[in-house]
Nanobody, 117 residues
Framework: QVQLVESGGGLVQPGGSLGLSCVVS????????MGWYRQSPGNQRELVAT???????NYADSVKGRFTISRDPDLDTVFLRLNRLGPDDTAVYYC???????????WGQGTQVTVSS
């Protein structure tokens, strides 16, 4: 079974930083585009950032220049660095793995990020 386990969420003050990680198991990591999505109460889930198996990145306009996505093939892990956080960044952040060949998607359980003073 494919499993994605997120960690690193928590409470931070506005302007602060946070690092999230997602460990992937049960599949071949290099075949997947990895992504981070987020969802706040009453809102739809939205894309935050993606990184392909080749290292190409894509960011939502709302986080561009503040967040950085990366991956470590030796650890089967994708990371998200969140800088200059604001209250609008408060959400549950979900890790996503999308197979680049068969389009099958997998999701983690999510980790809560709360930005508040």
């Amino acid at each position: 079974q494919v499993q994605l386990v997120e960690s690193g969420g928590g409470l931070v003050q506005p302007g602060g930083s946070l690092g999230l990680s997602c460990v992937v198991s049960g599949t071949i990591f290099r075949l997947f585009t990895m992504g981070w999505y987020r969802q706040s109460p009453g809102n739809q889930r939205e894309l935050v950032a993606t990184i392909s198996s080749a290292g190409s990145t894509n960011y939502a306009d709302s986080v561009k220049g503040r967040f950085t996505i990366s991956r470590d093939p030796d650890l089967d892990t994708v990371f998200l660095r969140l800088n200059r956080l604001g209250p609008d960044d408060t959400a549950v952040y979900y890790c996503n793995a999308a197979n680049e060949y068969n389009q099958v998607n997998y999701w983690g359980q999510g980790t809560q990020v709360t930005v508040s003073s």
